[in-house]
């Protein structure tokens, strides 16, 4: 509703309330006016339809082939405003239409020909720093920050692989972040890049800063190693673990004691699996106790295997990127309740995917030192400043529903 009640306030500027003498070639009274008609796009609604009680059928076609260079009016999305100024004769004058919170299409009558524009502008980018002591959740510790929910996927983002947030966030740990807010007619509408980040793990004290070069971008810690790294720490988002890695469980379906050789994450059916590192799909269908199963195989000898899945999204010897969706969280095969099933061999050998040591990353370039040193001093001063005061901070960004941990 504030986006929408921004973009009609913007509309009633941009349309005028007297009839410029552009507009015509035959003078105008003074006092003339132009009644503004606004509305919404409904659901199936043309151009037309939109319009039919403000022009003729002539009327509409004319428009639209007007704004064609521009927009394509026939592309109306649902829910989004217009605005039609007519004058006393009832004849069209402008008509205005709001692409997105950006863009606004307006079109023009001057000397008896329709003319077309697109009026853009650009979020503000405001710096600011967020502090904040988790004693639940990572997310329940954004909103009650005063933030929203992808600001807390960000930072989890940033150190995907260092830490597994599903079991190694405690009670008393705490982040600080100085991220680029964007906003529009003094809103927040979503953040930018986090320059600067800080995770406080117990006497474990991880940092982060976003560097952009000519060979390297991406985040890195201070010495300049990047955070990126061969594989992810889960290739689930905010879920737990039900059972671990062990030579020897009991079996809650065959109730028969046997090797575990796997991580089990239990989540809702549904939740999106991601690929832990880039390869290659070797298997994507049924295995046996696993049921719906992805294998991928990684370089240096690493393949990972993610199973009791609802749903596929990867065909065998389809090349996958580390984070893309290849399947989701269900419980086909030998299951008694919707988890993934997440194992990982090395040179044919099952390894604990949360003890393994995963290879490293390349640092910054030397060529590229000296800059990286400079933008990394600039994002720390910045997150050294420490946050706004409160009577500063923006009004829209309310705490949101933390999910359940």
């Not at 077309?116 to 988790?134: K, N, W």
């Not at 989890?156 to 405690?170: H, K, R, S």
């Not at 060529?367 to 409160?390: I, K, M, Q, T, Y």
């Not at 923006?394 to 529903?401: F, G, M, N, W």
Request: glycine share 8%; proline share 6%.
């Amino acid at each position: 509703m504030k986006a929408l009640t921004a973009f009609l306030t913007l509309a009633l500027l941009l349309l005028p309330t007297r009839v410029p003498r552009w507009l015509d070639t035959a003078p105008l009274r003074p006092a003339e006016s132009l009644s503004v008609l606004r509305g919404t796009v409904g659901r199936n609604e043309s151009l037309a339809s939109a319009l039919t009680d403000h022009l003729t059928a002539a009327g509409v076609h004319r428009l639209a082939e007007a704004a064609r260079p521009v927009y394509d009016l026939a592309r109306l999305s649902v829910g989004r405003p217009f605005a039609v100024a007519l004058d006393a004769n009832g004849l069209m004058r402008s008509f205005t239409y709001g692409v997105d919170e950006l863009r606004t299409l307006r079109v023009v009558q001057r000397g008896g020909a329709l003319d077309a524009e697109m009026l853009t502008r650009a979020y503000e980018t405001r710096p600011e720093v967020i502090e904040a002591e988790i004693e639940s959740s990572l997310f329940a510790a954004v909103g009650e920050a005063g933030e929203r929910d992808q600001l807390a996927l960000d930072l989890a983002a940033i150190f995907a692989w260092d830490v597994d947030f599903n079991t190694e966030i405690q009670r008393g740990d705490a982040f600080g972040v100085a991220v680029e807010k964007q906003v529009l007619d003094g809103e927040l509408v979503g953040y930018g890049r986090i320059l600067a980040a800080r995770l406080r793990r117990g006497e474990r004290t991880l940092e982060a800063v976003r560097y952009e070069g000519e060979s390297a971008s991406g985040y890195y810690d201070l010495d300049g190693t990047p955070l990126r790294k061969a594989f992810l720490r889960s290739p689930l988002r905010f879920t737990r673990i039900s059972s671990r890695f062990t030579r020897s469980r009991l079996h809650p379906v065959l109730d028969v004691r046997r090797p575990h050789l796997a991580i089990d994450y239990a989540a809702p059916p549904g939740t999106p699996v991601v690929a832990s590192a880039d390869g290659v799909c070797t298997l994507a269908g049924w295995w046996g106790g696993l049921g719906r199963a992805v294998r991928l195989r990684h370089a240096n000898g690493y393949e990972t295997i993610y199973g009791h899945l609802s749903r596929l999204h990867v065909r065998r010897g389809e090349r996958v990127v580390q984070g893309r969706r290849i399947g989701a969280v269900g419980s086909s095969g030998l299951a008694t309740g919707p988890h993934l099933d997440y194992r990982m061999r090395q040179n044919g050998r099952y390894v604990d995917p949360l003890k393994v040591q995963l290879p490293p990353a390349e640092p910054i370039p030397d060529a590229e030192r000296a800059a990286f040193v400079a933008e990394r001093d600039r994002h720390l001063a910045l997150l050294e400043s420490g946050p706004a005061a409160p009577a500063t901070r923006l009004a829209s960004a309310q705490p949101s529903r933390a999910p359940k941990s």
